[in-house]
């Protein structure tokens, strides 16, 4: 298989994030993605392939213009106030606020982050910026031959709107990749998310559209991130009605619940007949994942990846989230060698 990779993913490296009230090393951090490929170029006979630089416009096609802005250059003026180490907000305009427009970088790290869990180093807009040249490449190539890609990249995607970073994400891949199958001639694409954690970048970008569908299969928001989103009744606005799916799951959920998830959202891809997929390629419902509570087995990934081939339509993975060293490598390659087969 085609494995589109972002070498430069390391140049994001952050120390450290916020977790139950202390700093803790990331969970997402960069010894993630040599695992992976290794275990991918074992299983699926890999071809590596060095994304093309497709400039800003696939980026601009779903970011707005001041978030990217504010992305590229929030390190800077990080660094710039006096401050060593990752940028990092702790003041957002809650609800009950004016508003206003303050200038401070901590302001700004407030008004375009969701979350405390994510670092802004040095290096993120560069490993962000090629993560998204790499999912631009990898839907150009299955756009143009039907062949499945994978773009192995971090930092992971599927949290960030089109102006909010958070949840380890900054720009979302997946939906970069699904505009730009768009931009190329297909009238309907899909977004199945299958990450742990529910996708709702993706669902908030293409909220009011008819011509994305976004499914995502997640903990029940009750109890885990994002918590406030990702419910059931949201279900699409406008054009969109009926173009988002959530399918949450109980906290604990093993292969047999998650199972009978997954039917619906097959069934649903099924019966919307989009022209091309793109797949959110987490892990962390794995049974052996840090910070998340699903009991998925390696197995279970297998099947999952064979069931995306039977849909028989031209599909880009994406890889997001998955923390547990010790298993993304086999349950990536257990997804992309099911798929294969
Ligand atoms: N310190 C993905 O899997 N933050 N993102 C947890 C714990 C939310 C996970 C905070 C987890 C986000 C792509
Ligand atoms: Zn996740």
Request: overall charge negative; proline content about 5%.
């Amino acid at each position: 298989m085609r494995v589109f990779f972002n070498a430069r993913h390391d140049a994001h490296d952050g120390a450290g994030e916020m977790h139950h009230g202390r700093m803790v090393p990331c969970f997402e951090n960069a010894r993630r993605i040599p695992i992976i490929r290794d275990a991918v170029a074992h299983a699926v006979q890999a071809q590596l392939v060095d994304p093309a630089d497709h400039g800003m416009d696939p980026i601009r096609a779903i970011h707005d213009a001041d978030y990217l802005d504010f992305i590229e250059n929030a390190w800077g003026a990080w660094a710039k106030a006096g401050n060593k180490g990752d940028a990092f907000p702790y003041v957002w305009p809650s609800a009950g606020f004016s508003g206003g427009k303050p200038e401070h970088i901590s302001a700004r790290l407030g008004q375009f982050a969701i979350s405390s869990d994510t670092p802004i180093t040095q290096g993120t807009w560069k490993a962000a910026y090629w993560g998204a040249q790499t999912v631009t490449s990898a839907a150009d190539a299955t756009w143009h031959d039907g062949e499945a890609s994978f773009a192995l990249t971090r930092p992971p995607g599927h949290h960030a709107h089109a102006n909010r970073y958070g949840g380890y994400c900054f720009l979302n891949n997946c939906a970069i990749a699904a505009q730009r199958m768009i931009s190329k001639g297909a009238k309907k694409v899909a977004i199945l998310d299958i990450d742990y954690h529910h996708g709702n970048g993706a669902q908030d970008i293409f909220y009011q559209r008819g011509d994305v569908l976004t499914i995502s299969l997640h903990a029940d928001p009750t109890h885990q991130f994002p918590f406030f989103m990702g419910y059931a009744n949201e279900t699409g606005r406008n054009d969109g009605q009926g173009a988002n799916l959530n399918i949450p799951l109980p906290g604990g959920s093993d292969f047999g619940a998650w199972g009978q998830g997954y039917a619906k959202a097959m069934q649903k891809l099924v019966t919307w007949q989009p022209d091309a997929l793109v797949i959110a390629l987490g892990v962390d419902a794995h049974e052996a994942e840090p910070i998340c509570d699903f009991k998925l087995q390696t197995d279970d990934f297998k099947r999952i990846g064979q069931m995306i081939g039977r849909l028989g339509l031209k599909t880009v993975f994406a890889m997001e989230g998955g923390y547990a060293h010790d298993v993304i490598g086999h349950n990536v390659a257990a997804v992309l060698s099911g798929y294969l087969n």
